[in-house]
């Protein structure tokens, strides 16, 4: 497996491949989550490029891009066993320069829900992952739904800006319990992973008042707040695939979406219907 720090050698690098090739961008400390996802990408092509990078545009002021957990040994490890190619490990010095061109998020559907609650977040995420993908050129790119409203503005960033890349949506990987995994998990004190459970339990729970015939969001959304009153909510909504917000669940083109903190860990997961 090849390792490669700076943007020019991973484009040279890219250039030897005439095949397929497969890309999966991570902020690093992989989990089961991220080693679906380069399965996938191994599976379906004849190359696969891992990114690890702690993309520092992405983050707010106060959150926790200091305190990001970190284990590149490990995730190397990981990468090499799940039969990666290259990984691409640059540094913010290496991928931004001081004054530079910015990219901005949609300003309706890039500013509600997670771009309400972090302004400017998905401004960041699209600025570092359209940098990686004209560094990589990937054939598809993989990423998890989890973070549904970031799947949503990569592929409406493809669409506009007529990128040749196929995003390749990847399912939610839980814990037995139903945790949704994710790099902030290990910030969970015993207690408070038990108050997280909350989340895919309201989702859960929702998700089983539609099958026996529930459509109403409103009381959908109120049965869900209810199941998380022991965590601080950040918001409960109902989208569809195209994050217009629902007034009636419409199956085959839903999704329940849930954002919340416990303790100093915010968490979000969902569930598509
Ligand atoms: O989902 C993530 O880990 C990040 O937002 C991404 C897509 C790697 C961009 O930094």
Known sequence: MKTFNKPKEMQAYRKTITKSVGFVPTMGALHEGHISLIKQSVEE??????SIFVNPTQFLEGEDLESYPSKIEADLKICELAGVDAVFLPTAKTMYESDELRITAPKIKGFILEGAKRPGHFDGVLQVVLKLFNITSPTKAYFGKKDAQQLFMIENMVKHLFLPIMIVPCEIVREGDGLALSSRNVYLSAKEREIALFLSKSLKYATKQIIEGERDTAK??????????????????????????????????????????????????????
């Open 220 to 273: 959908i959304k109120a049965m869900m707040e209810e199941v998380l009153s022991a965590t601080e909510l950040e918001y409960v909504e109902i989208v569809d695939r195209e994050f217009n917000l629902l007034k009636e669940v419409e199956i085959g083109d839903s999704i329940l979406l849930v954002a919340a903190r416990v303790g100093t860990t915010r968490l979000i997961d969902n569930m598509w219907v």
């Open 45 to 50: 092509n004849e190359t696969t490029i891992v």
